[in-house]
């Protein structure tokens, strides 16, 4: 029988000299399914996300990659193992071209690890092909010889998700992915989420309660370091306590 | 495929790749690097060819600074150890241990490569700042121990190295002989740390400096990569520290001075850091400088700090980079 849960964490406790940041979270996401963590500023999000992505290591509990123990890993380790996170500022190589930006993912991914110092860049040539197709299919291929600091914020997400992509990752870590982001961005960058997250796990931290709504198949509420709620979207923003935790309740 | 946009030009010693031209060059730096030899070729009939050779050995002491300082954007503020334990190491090689020129700063180079191995292992977990003073700290440590080892000469350093034969055949004592060898081994130094930059590792390199954290969410292991090209321009400025010392039959305590590190910073500097050229050029003015200037003594070091000012204040981004600015183009 296949353990169809992608990522779990079990007992999660992160402190920071006595305060805890997250205490006791469990999660189980199952795989091919977009999850996204949501709470009130100080809930404990960010830093469950940097626990997941191995930013920081828990004080307790651990974490499981399709059954197995990831929670002594280094944060390249985990990203080799097809683990791969965004960031809330776009995260571009921004002196380097777009079509350098995505190729230095593929290096990645099709070499392992680039030691060959004593080589031409002409050697990487042959992924270009590959680099450009991938740049294609966020909207950036006439792009490609562009300076990756000169893109507008939009772009360069877009630049950020082809990167991601290069690595053919099985699970995606998404950090508030459309933070500062213009209404039409956000049309653009949803979509294009909902089209890679096809065959994929995604995990998010986002703000924007109607993005939430719109691509999430599950939702966890975390409040203080807890969670407060979990479910579909529908059935969780009715849940009074979310609803307090979110906007108050007027003492009687 | 798509039609490769070059127009927009970086800040950064990376170039378009759509410029490639021969040998995996942009023409821009074909141009240069043809150039370059040609100058290196005809330098010693118009100057003091000892004076060239000292340029040359500190241009490639710059550029093996540059190295960290251009493609991870990492300061290291002790790079004068290396040039100089290669220099005494070399100097011992040849005098008492009765090495060829060619073996003694091989040897010097092979200490390098130990020590800039230690040191950096130890110091690329540091970023900024506190990379710097880390990489300065182990430097005077290299250069008590010079102060104190007894093979080095203490105060006196390491006088009268021989010159010999280069592979027990060719006489060095001829300055020209010496030139061409130094010529050689400048212009294969050069290609190699050409090559390193634009290699699949060297864009490894600028993807960290450019975001690091980025660069580990795509599963690489920044710390090896940055300790690597660490023990790479440690191994360069040895290659520079053993030249320099058969060349000038010295090793002294200047070469393991922290005065020494400050200035292969600032021949980076005002050659421009994020050129690949650049510091040869400021090695070139650093070095003449010192030179049209010895006679005002102290002065040197007051006109030096002037032009360092200026430098910093008119063109931040050094002689070659506001030049490339300027042409549009990366030099």
Redesign the interface.
């Known amino acids: 029988m296949v353990d169809d849960i992608a990522l779990r964490a079990s007992g999660l406790i992160m402190e920071f000299k006595g305060f805890r940041a997250v205490d006791g979270v469990d999660l189980a996401i199952p795989r091919g399914t977009i999850h996204a963590l949501i709470g009130p500023n100080g809930a404990g999000k960010s830093t469950c996300f940097n626990l997941l ?1 191995k930013v920081l290591t828990p004080t307790a509990g651990a974490i499981h990659f399709e059954g197995r123990d990831i929670t002594g890993l ?4 985990v ?2 193992l097809g683990i ?4 809330q500022i776009s ?7 777009v ?2 930006n995505v ?3 593929l ?3 099709r ?1 392992g ?12 040539a042959h992924l ?2 590959e680099a ?1 197709a991938l740049l294609a299919s966020v909207g950036l ?7 990756a ?2 893109l507008p914020y939009g772009r360069k997400r877009a630049l950020e998700i082809a ?1 991601t992509l290069a ?1 053919e990752p099985r699970v995606l870590l998404l950090d508030e992915p459309m933070a500062g982001m213009t209404q039409e961005d956000v049309t653009r960058i949803s979509a294009l989420i909902r089209k890679v997250a096809v065959g994929r796990t995604v995990v998010m931290v986002e703000h924007n309660l109607s993005v939430v709504a719109d691509l999430s198949d599950r939702i966890t509420v975390l409040a203080r370091g807890k969670i407060l709620a979990e479910g579909e979207y529908a059935d969780v923003a009715r849940d009074p306590r979310v609803i307090e935790a979110y906007i108050g309740v007027a003492h009687a | ?12 010693i ?1 170039f ?3 410029e ?1 031209a021969a ?2 060059m942009s023409r821009t730096h074909l141009v240069m690097m043809v150039g370059l030899v040609a100058l290196v070729a005809m330098a010693p009939f118009a100057f003091y060819p000892l004076f060239v050779v000292k340029v040359l050995c500190f241009a490639l002491f710059a550029l093996s600074l540059n190295l960290m300082l251009g493609n991870l954007g990492l300061l290291s503020f002790g790079h004068a150890a290396y040039f100089g334990l290669s220099s005494y190491s070399a100097a011992h090689a040849a005098k008492v241990m009765g090495f060829t020129p060619e073996l003694a700063i091989l040897f010097g180079v092979v200490v390098a490569l130990v020590v800039g191995a230690v040191i950096g292992a130890l110091s690329v977990r540091r970023k900024g700042i506190y990379f710097a003073m880390v990489t300065l700290a182990f430097a005077q440590m290299v250069y008590f121990f010079s102060l104190q080892a007894r093979f080095t000469g203490g105060e006196d350093g390491i006088q009268q190295v021989p010159r010999g034969q280069l592979f027990g055949l060719i006489s060095l004592q001829n300055d020209m002989t010496l030139y061409a060898l130094v010529a050689t081994l400048f212009v294969l130094g050069v290609l190699a740390l050409y ?2 930059t ?7 390199l ?2 960290i ?3 690091e ?10 710390n ?1 990569y940055k300790w ?1 090209a660490f023990v ?1 321009g440690a191994g360069f400025a040895g290659l520079a520290g053993g030249m320099k010392a058969i060349s000038f039959q010295l090793a002294s305590l200047t070469d393991v001075y922290w005065g020494m590190s400050g200035e292969v910073v600032l021949m980076a500097l005002i050659g421009g850091m994020n050129t690949f050229f650049g510091p040869i050029v400021g090695a070139a003015l650093v070095v003449w400088m010192q030179n049209e200037l010895a006679s005002f003594g102290a002065w040197v070091t007051i006109v030096q700090g002037l032009v360092f000012m200026v430098c910093i204040l008119a063109f931040r981004k050094g002689i070659l980079g506001t030049l490339g600015q300027f042409l549009t183009r990366k030099l």
């Open positions: 992505t280094s944060p390249a380790n990203a080799r791969v996170r965004s960031f995260a571009v190589f921004g002196t380097m071209t079509l350098e190729r230095i993912a290096q990645r991914h070499h690890d680039s030691w060959d110092f004593w080589r031409s860049d002409r050697v990487l270009h092909e450009l291929a006439d792009y490609a010889g562009h300076v600091n000169d990167t690595l | 495929m798509t039609e490769i946009n070059t127009s927009h030009a970086a800040d950064t990376a378009p790749k759509g490639a040998l995996g090559r390193i634009y290699s699949p590792f060297g864009h490894i600028r993807s400096r450019d975001n954290g980025r660069a580990i969410s795509l599963g690489y292991r920044v090896l690597l790479l």
